[in-house]
Every structure is written in structure tokens, then in C-alpha cells.
């Protein structure tokens, strides 16, 4: 198979990028399941943006000290001076924000956040972005989609990426080969055993990144979302209790029903504060009392949280749900400029896979969508702007497909790649700091 750009993960920001493309590029994008399986999909709280320029040093100021001042500032400015051009693209694809009685944008506000300045959809803001992004691309004619496909090697010479290694839907291996990849496989929660994530996204686009020696940067920079529903028999991903549910005044209570922490703080000093407790009490999980909100924001801001305390037998208007930190987000992985290029010629990665540096050393609440989607749209600006119509296909040979028979075994072996080049990353951090 031969394409001009392949895109692997259809997630927000490998749809965005197929939208930005021109359509007389031939675009072939993959994914490993379904195409609406994508942490995209599950995005709950909502998206940022600049509401006007009196935000601006506030916004930027929430986002470096959030990223404990290890963000890089100019990755952090061009996210926020892009963000309303990209709403704009989204309300015009139909993205349908909640709006206040007036008929105005109106905005929430998460942990972290000194002003409301994040757009939402009831509890389901990335569904809402996602589905809407999917449906124009499936209108594309220009482009194919194909579901249950897995990329399961980069086809690398002297350094350019020409494509990928295949697993196809039934499970043959097969070559697609590209003029220009992107690398939009989304985070690593697959490889943690409590991971709000989907289970299928176990960092596949690092475990490649490692194996073709493409630079990463901060790996180790992995989040810890502090509120996950707490469920003993839990299999398959956590449920997250958006931090906006404490945005609007969701309480965190410890076994004697008193608060231990300021809600409001950022993630990662949330979710310190809770370990603590739950040592301190000898307890698996700590309770947030959502009663605070009130019923009427509580029903219409997050009517698919409520539904799920109903499911798991608790009743939010009447008492505390019982919830406990999670993996949540990868700050790290694939080092990318600020045009998204990698350091391999002609790949590309965007999404929660790449680290332009735009987190620091913790995100910000609602800056993945945005930072997703703005760096998406960047990369396929400079593809555009680079001279793909004079290139060629090259000659490949058929790689040994031997190699990637044993599926098992080698998702197994790309899963302890991403776990070994994090501990790696965290013990030279721990030298450093000796
Ligand atoms: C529960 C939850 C709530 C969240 N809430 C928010 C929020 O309110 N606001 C916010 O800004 N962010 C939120 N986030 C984070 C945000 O959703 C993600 O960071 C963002 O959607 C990532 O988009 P992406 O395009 O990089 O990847 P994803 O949407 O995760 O998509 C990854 C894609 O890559 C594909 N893929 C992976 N490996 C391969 C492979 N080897 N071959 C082929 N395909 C592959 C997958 O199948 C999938 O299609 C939340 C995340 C979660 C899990």
C-alpha cells in the first residue's frame, strides 16, 4: 500500500490533522481498534481557552505553575494564542459548547485555574469534539480509515521515516508505505494496572521512538489523576470524577468524614495529599462529597458521573463516593519542535504521545484537548508548507515478517521498552538530584 501521509491513532489530534491536510493528499489514517475507542472520546471536564486578552498572563501563569515552572514558555504561548482559532474550527464543524441563558460561550473552571476558562459539553466534552471531528472525516474522500489495524514497526532508512509495519484486522502483516508519517498514538495508561486510559493504549509510538533511537524528553513526567471512582473488583479502566465536580465544590473527605486538603490545588499536590491519608488512615480510598454542587448544577454539568454512582450503588445527592488516584496523563514522549517534527526526517507526532513541553512537569486540567488539537494543526501546516509533491516513493524491501508474528509477545515487549526507558529517565533523575 502507498500514501501520502500516514496517520496512526485516530484520536482528536490525528483526526484534526486530516482535516488540516489538503484534499488532494492521499491519506491513509489506522487504528488499533475502533475508531470512537480513543481517550479523546472520554475527555470529561472540557477544553481551555484564551476568553480575552485580559487572561492571557493569568492563563499562562496557571499553566507554568502548574508545570512546576519546567514548561516550555514558548510552546505554552503558541497554545494559548492558537486557541481561539481552533474553537472556531470546532464550532464551525458543529462542536456544540455549553452556552449561558444569554446564548454565550459560558466556562468552568478545574483545579489549578484562577479564572472559568474552560468550554464544555455536559460531562462528555471530548465525545462531543471527537465525533464531530470523526464525521468530517469520514466525509473525506481523500481519506481512509481503517479500524483494528495496528502499527506495529516504523519502516526507517538513514534516519526518514517511509511508513509503517502493519497488523491488519485479521491479523496478517502487511507494509504502508508514506511520504510523511504522524505518530498520533495517544498515552501510556495500557501498561499501568490503574489508568483511566483505554487498556489499548500502552505507549506503542514510544516503544518505536526507542527502538529507531528517536529522542524523547521527560518520560518519567507521568500524571496522577487524584479522583477515580473506587471500585475493589475494578478490571477495566478507572472511572475518572472530573476535577471540574470539585472546580463547582465537590468536597475531598477523609474516613472521619473531615477535609484533609484545598481542593483547588493542582493535580499533583491533590494527589500527594491523598496517598497521605489514605496511609494515614490505613484505608485503600478516600471520599469526595459532591453534595455541595447542589442538585441542579450536579444533574445538568454532570448528569454521566451521577449515572455512574448510581451504577456502582452510591447516591451522590445523599452521601460521599469513595475515590482514589489513578494514571491519568503522559507529559513526556516523543521530543517534537514546535512545528510537531520528531528528530527522524519526514515523522511527525502530536497528541499526548509527543512532548513539546507545553506541560512542564504536570498538566494544567483541560490543556491536553487544546494543546492536542493546536500542535496537530501546526504540524499539518508544515507538511503542507514542505515540497511532498516532488517527493517519491523509495524502493523497500518486504520486511521479515517473522519478527512480528507473536502479537502477544511483542505488545509484551514494547510495553516493558516504555517501562524501562521510565524508570531509566527516573533513576537519572534521582542521581541528579543527589
Ligand atoms: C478519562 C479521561 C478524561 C480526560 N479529560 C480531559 C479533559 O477534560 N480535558 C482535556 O483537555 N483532556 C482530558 N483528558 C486527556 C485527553 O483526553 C487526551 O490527552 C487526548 O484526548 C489525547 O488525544 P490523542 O489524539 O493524543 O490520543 P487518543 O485520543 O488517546 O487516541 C490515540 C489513538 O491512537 C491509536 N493507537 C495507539 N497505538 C496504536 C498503534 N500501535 N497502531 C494504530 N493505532 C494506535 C488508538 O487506537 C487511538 O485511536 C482526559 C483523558 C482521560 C483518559
Not at 441563558?101 to 466534552?125: C, M, P, V, W
Request: charge should be negative.
Amino acid at each position: 500500500m502507498k500514501t501520502d501521509v500516514l496517520i496512526v491513532g485516530c484520536g482528536c489530534s490525528g483526526l484534526y490533522a486530516a482535516l488540516q491536510l489538503d484534499e488532494d493528499l492521499d491519506i491513509t489514517i489506522l487504528t488499533k481498534s475502533k475508531a470512537e475507542d480513543s481517550d479523546s472520546f472520554l475527555a470529561q471536564g472540557g477544553i481551555c481557552v484564551l476568553k480575552d486578552e485580559s487572561d492571557y498572563q493569568a492563563y499562562f501563569e496557571d499553566t507554568l505553575k502548574a508545570g512546576h515552572y519546567e514548561n516550555d514558555k514558548q510552546s505554552v504561548d503558541i497554545m494559548i494564542r492558537s486557541s481561539q482559532n481552533v474553537i472556531q474550527d470546532l464550532i464551525s464543524y458543529g462542536v456544540d459548547f455549553h452556552k449561558d441563558e444569554n446564548g454565550k460561550l459560558d466556562y468552568t473552571r478545574e483545579g489549578a485555574h484562577s479564572q472559568k476558562r474552560i468550554l464544555f459539553h455536559e460531562d462528555e466534552t471530548g465525545k462531543e469534539i471527537t465525533k464531530h471531528l470523526l464525521a468530517k472525516v469520514r466525509q473525506l474522500k481523500n481519506v481512509k480509515l481503517l479500524e483494528y489495524t495496528t502499527l506495529v514497526d516504523l519502516i526507517e532508512k538513514d534516519n526518514t521515516c517511509y511508513g509503517g509495519v502493519i497488523r491488519k484486522a485479521d491479523g496478517s502483516i502487511d507494509m504502508i508505505q508514506a511520504k510523511y508519517t504522524m505518530l498520533a498514538t495517544g498515552g501510556i495508561g495500557g501498561v499501568y494496572r490503574h489508568s483511566t486510559n483505554y487498556r489499548h493504549l500502552t505507549g506503542d509510538g514510544i516503544a518505536l521512538a526507542v527502538q529507531h533511537k528517536i529522542a524523547l524528553k521527560n518520560v518519567n513526567y507521568v500524571q496522577i489523576h487524584p479522583t477515580t471512582f473506587y471500585s475493589p473488583d475494578e478490571k477495566d479502566r478507572s472511572f475518572l470524577i472530573s476535577e471540574s465536580v470539585r472546580g463547582e465544590g465537590a468536597l475531598l473527605l477523609d474516613k472521619n468524614m473531615h477535609r484533609f486538603v484545598n481542593e483547588l490545588l493542582p493535580r499533583d499536590v491533590v494527589t500527594k495529599a491523598i496517598y497521605a491519608q489514605m496511609e494515614k488512615d490505613h484505608t485503600t480510598h478516600v471520599w469526595e462529597d459532591l453534595r455541595p454542587i447542589g442538585h441542579e448544577e450536579l444533574v445538568k454539568h454532570f448528569p454521566h458521573i451521577v449515572e455512574h454512582c448510581h451504577k456502582m450503588g452510591y447516591d451522590p445527592e445523599k452521601e460521599p463516593i469513595p475515590v482514589v488516584p489513578a494514571q491519568h496523563y503522559f507529559m513526556g514522549g516523543i521530543d517534537v519542535n514546535k512545528e510537531s517534527k520528531t528528530s527522524m526526517e519526514h515523522l511527525y507526532a502530536i497528541g499526548e504521545t509527543a512532548c513539546n513541553g507545553v506541560h512542564g512537569k504536570n498538566r494544567l486540567a483541560s490543556n491536553s484537548l487544546l494543546e492536542s488539537l493546536v500542535f496537530a494543526k501546526r504540524a499539518a501546516k508544515d507538511l503542507m508548507d514542505s515540497d511532498w509533491k516532488a517527493q517519491d516513493f523509495i524502493t523497500i524491501e518486504k520486511p521479515d515478517v517473522s519478527k512480528y508474528a507473536d502479537s502477544k509477545s511483542l505488545s509484551q515487549q514494547y510495553r516493558q521498552l516504555v517501562q524501562t526507558e521510565i524508570k531509566k529517565a527516573d533513576s537519572k533523575k534521582e542521581n541528579e538530584n543527589v
